[in-house]
């Protein structure tokens, strides 16, 4: 097993971890605005860096039920949202392969 090294993101607007401020996306990669999570506002996002994922599970949420994974900051192992593996309601396909990152749990590192 080798090093992990971060990736660094180079934008106008990065979010990261708010614990340790280890780079996650960026502002550009937001889907969408219009989301909840455990802690308040969230953001659906395209793609995510320097996290790593717990085992996929189904969770009953309040768009239906989904097969989700808790991401954590691949840095610190705090818990920074989830990514979408399934979703079973047609309507929610869209879903399938993004993130959820917490607002609560973000930064704004740039």
């Known amino acids: 097993m080798g090093l ?3 990736i660094y993101l180079n934008s ?3 979010y990261g971890c708010k614990n340790c401020k280890t780079h996650l996306s960026n502002h550009d990669d937001i889907i969408s605005r219009n989301f909840r999570g455990q802690h308040g506002k969230a953001y659906l ?9 717990s085992e996929a599970v189904e969770r009953n949420m309040t768009t239906g039920r989904h097969v989700v994974r808790d991401i954590n900051c691949r840095q610190c192992g705090e818990v920074v949202g989830w990514k979408y593996d399934k979703a079973y ?6 879903k399938e392969g993004k993130y959820i990152l917490e607002a609560e749990l973000l930064c704004t590192v740039y």
């Open 89 to 94: 309601e047609v309507t929610e396909k869209y």
């Open 45 to 53: 996002f395209n793609s995510v860096v320097n996290i790593k994922s």
């Open 12 to 14: 106008s607007r990065i």
């Open 4 to 6: 992990a090294y971060n």
